[in-house]
Protein backbone atom coordinates (compact mmCIF):
# COMPACT_ATOMS: atom_id res chain seq x y z
CA UNK A 1 0.00 0.00 0.00
CA UNK A 2 1.48 3.25 -1.01
CA UNK A 3 2.45 5.52 2.00
CA UNK A 4 0.33 8.37 1.09
CA UNK A 5 -2.79 6.30 0.85
CA UNK A 6 -1.50 4.95 4.68
CA UNK A 7 -0.71 8.72 5.66
CA UNK A 8 -4.55 9.27 4.24
CA UNK A 9 -6.12 6.26 6.40
CA UNK A 10 -4.23 7.45 9.24
CA UNK A 11 -5.68 11.12 9.14
CA UNK A 12 -8.80 9.54 8.93
CA UNK A 13 -8.77 7.86 11.74
CA UNK A 14 -7.54 10.71 13.73
CA UNK A 15 -10.40 12.59 12.56
CA UNK A 16 -12.46 9.92 13.68
CA UNK A 17 -11.04 10.08 17.21
CA UNK A 18 -10.87 13.72 18.06
CA UNK A 19 -14.59 13.77 16.22
CA UNK A 20 -15.73 11.09 18.99
CA UNK A 21 -13.79 12.85 21.85
CA UNK A 22 -15.92 15.88 20.92
CA UNK A 23 -18.94 13.99 21.00
CA UNK A 24 -19.03 12.95 24.46
CA UNK A 25 -16.94 16.17 25.63
CA UNK A 26 -19.97 17.48 24.92
CA UNK A 27 -22.32 15.49 26.86
CA UNK A 28 -20.32 15.90 29.66
CA UNK A 29 -20.38 20.04 29.18
CA UNK A 30 -23.28 20.96 31.10
CA UNK A 31 -22.24 18.93 34.29
CA UNK A 32 -18.73 20.09 34.23
CA UNK A 33 -19.03 23.91 33.70
CA UNK A 34 -20.71 24.87 37.08
CA UNK A 35 -17.64 22.98 38.52
CA UNK A 36 -15.00 24.78 36.39
CA UNK A 37 -16.12 27.92 37.09
CA UNK A 38 -15.67 27.54 40.87
CA UNK A 39 -12.04 26.82 40.40
CA UNK A 40 -11.79 29.67 38.02
CA UNK A 41 -13.71 31.60 40.58
CA UNK A 42 -10.81 30.65 43.20
CA UNK A 43 -7.89 31.45 41.03
CA UNK A 44 -9.34 34.75 39.96
CA UNK A 45 -9.83 35.83 43.51
CA UNK A 46 -6.32 34.47 44.28
CA UNK A 47 -5.18 36.71 41.64
CA UNK A 48 -6.77 40.11 42.98
CA UNK A 49 -5.58 39.92 46.52
CA UNK A 50 -2.12 39.37 45.01
CA UNK A 51 -2.81 42.27 43.24
CA UNK A 52 -3.45 43.85 46.63
CA UNK A 53 -0.55 42.67 48.03
CA UNK A 54 1.66 44.36 45.52
CA UNK A 55 -0.15 47.58 45.63
CA UNK A 56 0.29 47.57 49.95
CA UNK A 57 4.13 46.36 49.38
CA UNK A 58 4.78 49.82 47.17
CA UNK A 59 2.53 51.85 49.82
CA UNK A 60 4.66 50.50 52.35
CA UNK A 61 8.25 51.02 50.69
CA UNK A 62 7.10 55.06 49.74
CA UNK A 63 5.82 55.34 53.30
CA UNK A 64 9.28 54.52 55.07
CA UNK A 65 10.69 56.63 52.98
CA UNK A 66 8.63 59.65 53.61
CA UNK A 67 8.93 59.20 57.29
CA UNK A 68 12.73 59.98 56.92
CA UNK A 69 11.92 62.44 53.91
CA UNK A 70 8.67 64.09 53.59
CA UNK A 71 9.96 66.23 49.75
CA UNK A 72 6.75 67.25 48.07
CA UNK A 73 7.77 65.25 45.26
CA UNK A 74 7.94 62.12 47.55
CA UNK A 75 4.51 63.06 49.47
CA UNK A 76 2.90 63.24 46.11
CA UNK A 77 4.09 59.70 44.74
CA UNK A 78 3.19 58.12 48.03
CA UNK A 79 -0.25 60.15 47.70
CA UNK A 80 -0.33 58.23 44.28
CA UNK A 81 0.23 54.79 45.47
CA UNK A 82 -2.47 55.15 48.09
CA UNK A 83 -4.85 55.87 45.57
CA UNK A 84 -3.98 52.74 43.49
CA UNK A 85 -3.99 50.78 46.51
CA UNK A 86 -7.82 52.33 47.61
CA UNK A 87 -8.95 51.18 43.75
CA UNK A 88 -7.81 47.82 44.42
CA UNK A 89 -9.32 47.48 47.16
CA UNK A 90 -12.47 48.66 46.17
CA UNK A 91 -12.59 45.99 43.66
CA UNK A 92 -12.22 43.70 46.13
CA UNK A 93 -14.91 44.51 48.40
CA UNK A 94 -17.53 43.96 45.66
CA UNK A 95 -16.23 40.11 45.39
CA UNK A 96 -17.82 37.02 47.19
CA UNK A 97 -14.91 35.28 48.43
CA UNK A 98 -15.46 31.67 49.07
CA UNK A 99 -12.53 32.06 51.82
CA UNK A 100 -13.75 33.75 54.88
CA UNK A 101 -10.26 34.56 56.08
CA UNK A 102 -10.01 36.54 52.73
CA UNK A 103 -13.02 38.60 53.35
CA UNK A 104 -12.22 39.40 56.71
CA UNK A 105 -8.71 40.65 55.68
CA UNK A 106 -10.19 42.81 53.35
CA UNK A 107 -13.09 44.05 55.53
CA UNK A 108 -10.06 44.66 58.14
CA UNK A 109 -7.91 46.88 55.62
CA UNK A 110 -11.21 48.66 54.16
CA UNK A 111 -11.71 49.82 58.13
CA UNK A 112 -8.31 50.09 59.44
CA UNK A 113 -5.92 51.75 56.58
CA UNK A 114 -7.41 55.09 56.39
CA UNK A 115 -6.94 55.74 60.02
CA UNK A 116 -3.22 54.71 59.95
CA UNK A 117 -2.65 56.62 57.22
CA UNK A 118 -3.74 59.98 58.99
CA UNK A 119 -1.55 58.65 61.76
CA UNK A 120 1.41 58.55 59.39
CA UNK A 121 0.58 61.99 58.13
CA UNK A 122 0.51 63.81 61.06
CA UNK A 123 3.91 62.51 62.00
CA UNK A 124 2.22 59.92 64.86
CA UNK A 125 3.59 57.18 63.35
CA UNK A 126 7.34 55.45 62.71
CA UNK A 127 9.00 53.03 60.66
CA UNK A 128 8.40 50.60 63.95
CA UNK A 129 4.82 50.93 63.85
CA UNK A 130 4.76 51.26 60.04
CA UNK A 131 6.12 48.49 59.18
CA UNK A 132 4.58 45.83 61.18
CA UNK A 133 1.30 47.23 59.59
CA UNK A 134 1.60 46.86 56.59
CA UNK A 135 3.72 43.19 56.88
CA UNK A 136 1.32 41.87 59.15
CA UNK A 137 -1.62 42.20 56.40
CA UNK A 138 0.22 41.30 53.71
CA UNK A 139 1.37 37.95 55.22
CA UNK A 140 -2.08 37.41 56.16
CA UNK A 141 -3.47 37.76 52.56
CA UNK A 142 -0.35 35.48 51.20
CA UNK A 143 -1.56 32.56 54.19
CA UNK A 144 -5.03 33.10 52.97
CA UNK A 145 -3.95 33.05 49.21
CA UNK A 146 -2.08 29.67 50.34
CA UNK A 147 -4.72 27.99 52.00
CA UNK A 148 -7.44 28.59 49.55
CA UNK A 149 -6.05 25.18 47.97
CA UNK A 150 -8.20 23.77 50.48
CA UNK A 151 -10.98 24.89 47.74
CA UNK A 152 -9.21 23.41 45.03
CA UNK A 153 -9.25 19.44 44.97
CA UNK A 154 -7.31 18.74 42.33
CA UNK A 155 -3.56 17.99 43.77
CA UNK A 156 -1.49 19.77 40.73
CA UNK A 157 -2.91 22.94 41.47
CA UNK A 158 -2.78 22.62 44.74
CA UNK A 159 0.69 22.38 44.87
CA UNK A 160 1.20 25.38 42.07
CA UNK A 161 -0.73 27.34 44.42
CA UNK A 162 1.78 26.55 46.91
CA UNK A 163 4.65 27.45 45.26
CA UNK A 164 2.66 30.51 43.81
CA UNK A 165 3.01 31.49 47.32
CA UNK A 166 7.15 31.03 48.09
CA UNK A 167 7.24 33.48 45.12
CA UNK A 168 4.46 36.05 47.04
CA UNK A 169 6.57 35.46 49.83
CA UNK A 170 10.27 36.14 47.99
CA UNK A 171 8.41 38.92 46.93
CA UNK A 172 7.12 40.32 50.28
CA UNK A 173 10.62 40.12 51.61
CA UNK A 174 12.00 41.75 48.16
CA UNK A 175 9.58 44.38 49.02
CA UNK A 176 10.33 45.10 52.80
CA UNK A 177 14.00 45.48 51.41
CA UNK A 178 13.14 47.79 49.09
CA UNK A 179 11.65 49.82 51.97
CA UNK A 180 14.59 49.57 54.56
CA UNK A 181 16.73 50.64 51.93
CA UNK A 182 14.87 53.11 50.70
CA UNK A 183 14.79 54.30 54.76
CA UNK A 184 18.70 54.16 54.71
CA UNK A 185 19.50 56.13 51.43
CA UNK A 186 16.83 58.84 52.77
CA UNK A 187 19.01 59.30 55.68
CA UNK A 188 21.99 58.69 54.25
CA UNK A 189 23.96 55.93 56.65
CA UNK A 190 22.13 52.67 57.85
CA UNK A 191 21.89 51.42 61.63
CA UNK A 192 22.50 48.13 62.99
CA UNK A 193 19.13 47.17 63.26
CA UNK A 194 18.14 47.93 59.75
CA UNK A 195 21.51 45.66 58.52
CA UNK A 196 20.30 43.13 60.57
CA UNK A 197 16.49 43.42 59.46
CA UNK A 198 17.92 43.77 55.63
CA UNK A 199 20.27 40.64 56.03
CA UNK A 200 17.41 38.76 57.28
CA UNK A 201 15.03 39.36 54.57
CA UNK A 202 17.68 39.00 51.74
CA UNK A 203 17.74 35.60 53.62
CA UNK A 204 14.26 34.91 52.96
CA UNK A 205 14.18 36.26 49.69
CA UNK A 206 16.65 33.86 48.37
CA UNK A 207 15.11 30.83 50.08
CA UNK A 208 11.54 31.30 49.20
CA UNK A 209 13.13 32.20 45.17
CA UNK A 210 14.34 28.78 45.50
CA UNK A 211 11.48 27.10 46.66
CA UNK A 212 9.73 28.53 43.69
CA UNK A 213 12.87 27.56 41.01
CA UNK A 214 12.32 23.80 42.53
CA UNK A 215 9.00 23.43 42.57
CA UNK A 216 7.71 25.83 39.52
CA UNK A 217 7.67 24.52 35.79
CA UNK A 218 10.43 24.93 33.49
CA UNK A 219 8.81 27.35 31.35
CA UNK A 220 8.19 29.72 33.87
CA UNK A 221 11.68 29.04 35.71
CA UNK A 222 12.67 29.92 32.53
CA UNK A 223 10.54 32.91 31.84
CA UNK A 224 11.83 34.47 35.44
CA UNK A 225 15.37 34.11 34.70
CA UNK A 226 14.89 35.92 31.17
CA UNK A 227 12.89 38.38 32.75
CA UNK A 228 15.31 39.25 35.77
CA UNK A 229 17.93 39.56 33.26
CA UNK A 230 16.48 41.93 31.57
CA UNK A 231 15.21 43.98 34.25
CA UNK A 232 17.94 45.73 37.37
CA UNK A 233 17.91 42.37 39.23
CA UNK A 234 21.99 42.18 39.38
CA UNK A 235 22.39 45.66 40.23
CA UNK A 236 20.03 45.61 43.13
CA UNK A 237 21.27 42.60 44.17
CA UNK A 238 24.58 44.18 44.49
CA UNK A 239 23.24 47.22 46.23
CA UNK A 240 21.70 44.91 48.77
CA UNK A 241 25.00 42.98 49.23
CA UNK A 242 26.84 46.44 49.30
CA UNK A 243 24.56 47.45 52.69
CA UNK A 244 25.54 44.07 54.34
CA UNK A 245 29.28 44.15 53.56
CA UNK A 246 29.80 48.05 52.09
CA UNK A 247 32.08 48.27 49.48
CA UNK A 248 31.20 51.14 48.04
CA UNK A 249 31.20 54.42 49.13
CA UNK A 250 28.88 55.91 46.68
CA UNK A 251 25.14 55.83 47.83
CA UNK A 252 22.22 55.98 44.68
CA UNK A 253 19.63 58.36 45.24
CA UNK A 254 16.96 56.95 47.13
CA UNK A 255 14.72 58.12 43.86
CA UNK A 256 16.96 55.61 42.06
CA UNK A 257 16.78 52.85 44.41
CA UNK A 258 13.09 52.92 44.32
CA UNK A 259 13.07 52.81 40.80
CA UNK A 260 15.28 50.27 40.27
CA UNK A 261 14.13 47.91 43.48
CA UNK A 262 10.54 47.88 42.02
CA UNK A 263 11.40 47.09 38.73
CA UNK A 264 12.66 43.80 39.93
CA UNK A 265 9.70 43.57 42.57
CA UNK A 266 7.28 44.14 39.40
CA UNK A 267 8.58 41.50 37.30
CA UNK A 268 8.29 39.46 40.15
CA UNK A 269 4.43 40.13 40.00
CA UNK A 270 4.66 39.80 36.36
CA UNK A 271 5.54 36.49 36.41
CA UNK A 272 3.22 35.36 39.58
CA UNK A 273 0.36 36.57 37.28
CA UNK A 274 1.46 34.86 34.43
CA UNK A 275 1.56 31.92 36.75
CA UNK A 276 -1.76 32.17 38.21
CA UNK A 277 -3.48 33.06 34.12
CA UNK A 278 -1.46 29.11 33.87
CA UNK A 279 -3.26 27.85 36.33
CA UNK A 280 -6.74 29.27 35.76
CA UNK A 281 -6.29 28.49 32.30
CA UNK A 282 -5.38 25.20 33.04
CA UNK A 283 -8.19 23.80 35.75
CA UNK A 284 -11.05 25.34 32.95
CA UNK A 285 -9.39 22.60 30.87
CA UNK A 286 -9.54 19.99 33.85
CA UNK A 287 -12.64 18.86 34.25
CA UNK A 288 -14.06 15.80 35.12
CA UNK A 289 -16.18 13.25 32.97
CA UNK A 290 -18.32 10.58 34.94
CA UNK A 291 -17.44 7.89 35.52
CA UNK A 292 -19.61 5.89 32.66
CA UNK A 293 -18.52 8.16 29.81
CA UNK A 294 -15.03 7.92 30.47
CA UNK A 295 -15.41 4.11 30.51
CA UNK A 296 -17.21 4.11 27.02
CA UNK A 297 -15.05 6.75 25.70
CA UNK A 298 -12.11 5.01 27.03
CA UNK A 299 -13.07 1.94 24.89
CA UNK A 300 -13.45 3.59 21.56
CA UNK A 301 -10.43 5.93 22.04
CA UNK A 302 -8.22 2.74 23.06
CA UNK A 303 -9.34 1.14 19.70
CA UNK A 304 -8.94 4.21 17.30
CA UNK A 305 -5.71 4.84 19.16
CA UNK A 306 -4.61 1.44 18.89
CA UNK A 307 -5.35 1.52 15.44
CA UNK A 308 -3.34 4.51 14.73
CA UNK A 309 -0.46 3.16 16.60
CA UNK A 310 -0.73 -0.01 14.35
CA UNK A 311 -0.86 1.47 11.56
CA UNK A 312 1.90 4.38 12.28
CA UNK A 313 4.37 1.66 13.51
CA UNK A 314 3.77 -0.10 10.24
CA UNK A 315 4.80 2.82 8.60
CA UNK A 316 7.61 3.89 10.60
CA UNK A 317 8.74 0.34 10.36
CA UNK A 318 8.82 0.70 6.70
CA UNK A 319 10.10 4.02 6.75
CA UNK A 320 12.75 2.63 8.54
CA UNK A 321 13.68 -0.46 7.17
CA UNK A 322 13.82 1.29 3.72
CA UNK A 323 15.64 3.92 5.16
CA UNK A 324 18.07 1.93 6.13
CA UNK A 325 19.11 -0.32 3.37
CA UNK A 326 18.68 2.77 1.01
CA UNK A 327 21.30 4.41 3.15
CA UNK A 328 23.38 1.36 4.45
CA UNK A 329 24.01 0.47 0.74
CA UNK A 330 24.64 4.46 -0.43
CA UNK A 331 27.55 4.71 2.40
CA UNK A 332 28.77 1.08 1.36
CA UNK A 333 29.08 2.58 -1.99
CA UNK A 334 30.30 5.96 -1.02
CA UNK A 335 33.08 3.75 1.40
CA UNK A 336 34.31 0.68 -1.32
CA UNK A 337 33.52 3.43 -4.59
CA UNK A 338 32.45 0.29 -6.30
CA UNK A 339 29.01 1.60 -8.42
CA UNK A 340 28.68 -1.98 -9.53
CA UNK A 341 26.55 -2.49 -5.96
CA UNK A 342 22.97 -2.10 -6.05
CA UNK A 343 20.25 -1.60 -3.78
CA UNK A 344 18.65 -4.64 -2.56
CA UNK A 345 14.93 -5.83 -2.34
CA UNK A 346 13.80 -1.98 -2.70
CA UNK A 347 13.55 -2.40 -6.43
CA UNK A 348 10.90 -4.66 -5.98
CA UNK A 349 8.60 -2.70 -3.64
CA UNK A 350 6.03 -0.79 -5.05
CA UNK A 351 5.55 1.72 -3.09
CA UNK A 352 7.47 5.37 -2.65
CA UNK A 353 10.59 4.05 -1.44
CA UNK A 354 10.59 1.18 -4.34
CA UNK A 355 10.51 4.02 -6.88
CA UNK A 356 13.23 5.40 -5.17
CA UNK A 357 15.21 2.44 -5.00
CA UNK A 358 14.85 1.68 -9.07
CA UNK A 359 15.92 5.19 -9.48
CA UNK A 360 19.32 4.96 -6.87
CA UNK A 361 20.03 1.43 -9.64
CA UNK A 362 19.39 3.41 -12.47
CA UNK A 363 21.66 6.27 -11.42
CA UNK A 364 24.12 3.74 -10.13
CA UNK A 365 24.70 1.70 -13.63
CA UNK A 366 24.35 5.36 -15.24
CA UNK A 367 27.35 6.21 -13.04
CA UNK A 368 29.18 3.22 -13.59
CA UNK A 369 29.12 3.06 -17.26
CA UNK A 370 30.35 6.45 -16.95
CA UNK A 371 33.68 5.43 -15.16
CA UNK A 372 34.09 2.32 -17.14
CA UNK A 373 33.90 4.34 -20.24
CA UNK A 374 36.37 7.07 -18.32
CA UNK A 375 38.50 4.21 -17.79
CA UNK A 376 38.48 3.28 -21.54
CA UNK A 377 39.28 6.52 -22.22
CA UNK A 378 41.77 7.41 -20.19
CA UNK A 379 43.55 3.98 -20.38
CA UNK A 380 43.25 2.77 -23.55
CA UNK A 381 44.72 3.66 -27.29
CA UNK A 382 41.26 4.39 -28.73
CA UNK A 383 42.15 3.30 -32.15
CA UNK A 384 43.81 -0.48 -31.13
CA UNK A 385 42.14 -0.66 -27.70
CA UNK A 386 45.42 -1.68 -26.64
CA UNK A 387 46.62 0.07 -23.09
CA UNK A 388 48.12 3.30 -23.61
CA UNK A 389 51.45 4.49 -22.38
CA UNK A 390 49.93 5.98 -18.77
CA UNK A 391 48.19 2.72 -17.99
CA UNK A 392 51.67 0.41 -19.21
CA UNK A 393 53.39 3.11 -16.30
CA UNK A 394 51.19 2.17 -13.97
CA UNK A 395 51.15 -1.83 -14.11
CA UNK A 396 55.10 -1.50 -14.67
CA UNK A 397 55.48 0.34 -10.93
CA UNK A 398 53.16 -2.73 -9.75
CA UNK A 399 55.30 -5.35 -11.55
CA UNK A 400 58.52 -3.74 -10.64
CA UNK A 401 57.19 -4.25 -6.75
CA UNK A 402 56.31 -7.73 -7.32
CA UNK A 403 59.43 -8.16 -8.87
CA UNK A 404 61.61 -6.63 -6.15
CA UNK A 405 59.63 -9.01 -3.83
CA UNK A 406 60.16 -12.22 -5.22
CA UNK A 407 62.71 -11.65 -7.76
CA UNK A 408 60.60 -13.87 -10.59
CA UNK A 409 62.21 -11.14 -13.79
CA UNK A 410 60.47 -8.53 -15.49
CA UNK A 411 60.67 -7.58 -19.17
CA UNK A 412 60.33 -5.79 -22.08
CA UNK A 413 59.95 -6.19 -25.59
CA UNK A 414 59.95 -2.30 -27.70
CA UNK A 415 58.57 -3.14 -31.04
CA UNK A 416 58.91 -0.49 -34.62
CA UNK A 417 57.50 -1.62 -37.32
CA UNK A 418 59.59 -1.05 -39.94
CA UNK A 419 59.30 1.68 -42.95
CA UNK A 420 56.03 2.38 -40.92
CA UNK A 421 56.35 6.16 -42.71
CA UNK A 422 57.05 5.02 -46.12
CA UNK A 423 53.36 3.36 -45.68
CA UNK A 424 51.55 6.63 -44.71
CA UNK A 425 53.11 8.24 -46.97
CA UNK A 426 52.48 5.75 -49.96
CA UNK A 427 49.01 4.36 -48.80
CA UNK A 428 47.69 7.05 -46.98
CA UNK A 429 47.05 7.03 -43.35
CA UNK A 430 43.75 4.93 -43.04
CA UNK A 431 45.40 2.19 -44.87
CA UNK A 432 48.68 2.83 -42.10
CA UNK A 433 45.90 2.43 -39.41
CA UNK A 434 44.94 -1.05 -40.56
CA UNK A 435 48.35 -2.17 -40.57
CA UNK A 436 48.57 -0.72 -36.72
CA UNK A 437 45.33 -2.81 -36.22
CA UNK A 438 46.50 -5.95 -37.78
CA UNK A 439 49.99 -5.74 -35.85
CA UNK A 440 48.25 -5.15 -32.49
CA UNK A 441 45.69 -8.13 -33.11
CA UNK A 442 48.86 -10.14 -34.25
CA UNK A 443 50.63 -8.82 -30.47
CA UNK A 444 48.02 -9.68 -28.65
CA UNK A 445 47.11 -12.92 -29.93
CA UNK A 446 50.33 -14.50 -29.61
CA UNK A 447 51.20 -13.56 -26.17
CA UNK A 448 50.37 -15.12 -22.64
CA UNK A 449 47.64 -13.81 -20.97
CA UNK A 450 49.52 -12.24 -17.92
CA UNK A 451 51.34 -10.24 -20.69
CA UNK A 452 50.25 -6.50 -21.85
CA UNK A 453 50.66 -5.20 -24.92
CA UNK A 454 50.61 -1.08 -25.11
CA UNK A 455 51.11 1.45 -28.28
CA UNK A 456 53.88 3.36 -26.89
CA UNK A 457 53.33 5.83 -29.63
CA UNK A 458 53.34 6.30 -33.42
CA UNK A 459 54.15 2.70 -34.98
CA UNK A 460 56.00 1.72 -31.76
CA UNK A 461 54.59 -0.76 -29.39
CA UNK A 462 55.82 -2.20 -25.86
CA UNK A 463 54.76 -5.61 -24.34
CA UNK A 464 55.33 -6.15 -20.44
CA UNK A 465 56.10 -9.56 -19.69
CA UNK A 466 56.02 -10.68 -15.93
CA UNK A 467 57.85 -13.50 -14.75
CA UNK A 468 59.94 -13.62 -17.60
CA UNK A 469 63.64 -14.30 -18.01
CA UNK A 470 65.92 -13.01 -21.11
CA UNK A 471 65.75 -16.09 -22.88
CA UNK A 472 62.19 -16.31 -22.70
CA UNK A 473 61.83 -13.11 -23.68
CA UNK A 474 64.06 -13.61 -26.83
CA UNK A 475 62.41 -16.40 -27.98
CA UNK A 476 58.93 -14.27 -27.74
CA UNK A 477 60.20 -11.51 -29.07
CA UNK A 478 61.41 -14.19 -32.36
CA UNK A 479 58.16 -15.61 -32.96
CA UNK A 480 56.27 -12.18 -33.27
CA UNK A 481 59.21 -11.51 -35.34
CA UNK A 482 58.29 -14.43 -37.23
CA UNK A 483 53.98 -14.08 -37.51
CA UNK A 484 54.64 -10.43 -38.47
CA UNK A 485 56.07 -11.47 -41.90
CA UNK A 486 53.02 -13.84 -42.33
CA UNK A 487 51.26 -10.41 -41.98
CA UNK A 488 49.73 -9.52 -45.89
CA UNK A 489 47.38 -6.48 -46.64
CA UNK A 490 45.90 -6.27 -50.04
CA UNK A 491 47.65 -2.70 -49.98
CA UNK A 492 50.51 -2.96 -48.39
CA UNK A 493 51.63 -6.92 -48.81
CA UNK A 494 54.53 -8.06 -46.40
CA UNK A 495 55.26 -5.97 -43.49
CA UNK A 496 58.03 -6.54 -40.89
CA UNK A 497 59.40 -4.97 -37.50
CA UNK A 498 62.40 -4.69 -35.72
CA UNK A 499 62.26 -5.95 -31.96
CA UNK A 500 64.71 -4.68 -28.52
CA UNK A 501 64.49 -7.14 -25.18
CA UNK A 502 65.97 -5.90 -22.06
CA UNK A 503 65.18 -7.63 -18.93
CA UNK A 504 64.63 -5.48 -15.74
CA UNK A 505 68.08 -5.71 -13.49
CA UNK A 506 67.45 -5.34 -9.85
CA UNK A 507 66.45 -2.43 -8.27
CA UNK A 508 66.22 -0.48 -11.79
CA UNK A 509 64.02 1.96 -12.74
CA UNK A 510 61.78 2.49 -15.90
CA UNK A 511 63.41 4.89 -17.46
CA UNK A 512 66.81 3.61 -17.67
CA UNK A 513 65.08 0.11 -18.84
CA UNK A 514 63.19 1.47 -21.44
CA UNK A 515 65.99 3.45 -22.27
CA UNK A 516 68.34 -0.23 -23.06
CA UNK A 517 65.14 -1.78 -24.74
CA UNK A 518 65.04 1.71 -27.26
CA UNK A 519 68.83 0.99 -27.90
CA UNK A 520 68.20 -2.53 -28.61
CA UNK A 521 65.36 -1.35 -30.89
CA UNK A 522 68.08 1.42 -32.41
CA UNK A 523 70.89 -1.60 -33.14
CA UNK A 524 67.88 -3.78 -34.75
CA UNK A 525 67.19 -0.77 -37.03
CA UNK A 526 70.88 -0.31 -37.74
CA UNK A 527 71.47 -3.95 -38.53
CA UNK A 528 68.95 -4.18 -41.50
CA UNK A 529 65.58 -4.22 -39.54
CA UNK A 530 63.57 -7.29 -39.19
CA UNK A 531 65.60 -8.46 -36.30
CA UNK A 532 65.95 -9.27 -32.84
CA UNK A 533 68.38 -7.41 -30.48
CA UNK A 534 68.95 -7.80 -27.14
CA UNK A 535 69.61 -5.25 -24.63
CA UNK A 536 73.00 -4.43 -22.84
CA UNK A 537 72.96 -3.66 -19.05
CA UNK A 538 74.87 -0.83 -17.97
CA UNK A 539 78.62 -2.90 -17.89
CA UNK A 540 77.64 -3.74 -21.66
CA UNK A 541 76.92 -7.40 -21.15
CA UNK A 542 74.10 -8.08 -22.96
CA UNK A 543 71.27 -8.54 -20.54
Known sequence: MPIRVRILLLTLLSIAAVTTAFLFKYEDYRETTRLAE????????????????????????????????KAPARVAVLKKQRAASDEQLQQLRGVSFGSEEAA?????LAFSLPGFRRQVDQGKATWKGVRPYYSSRIQKSIDAITRMDRLLPMGRATLELHTLSNLAVSRESLGLIRATINRIYSRGYPDAFEVMSVAKLYGAYLENLRLFRRDAGEELVAWLDELMVDVKSPLVIRRVENVLRPTEKVIPSPELWWRDATAVVDQLKVVEDHA????????SSMVEKRRSDLAFFGLVAGSI??????????????M???????????????????????VKGEELRRDEFGRIGRTINGLLTFTDRIIDDKDFLANCDPLTDLANRRRLEELVVREFKRDDRYGQGVGLIFCDIDFFKRINDTHGHDIGDDVL????????AQTRDNDTVARWGGEEFVILLPEQNLEGAEVLAEKLRKETE??????????????????????E?????CKRADEAVYRAKKEGRNRVCVAHDTLGSVV
Open 38 to 69: SHQMVIRQALALSNLIHELQKERGLTAGVLVD
Open 104 to 108: SIIAE
Open 276 to 283: FRQLQARI
Open 305 to 318: TFGVVALAALTFAR
Open 320 to 342: LKALSILLGTLDLIMYTQDFKLR
Open 437 to 444: KAFSEMLV
Open 486 to 507: TLHLPEVGQISCSFGVAIRQKG
Open 509 to 513: LLEPL
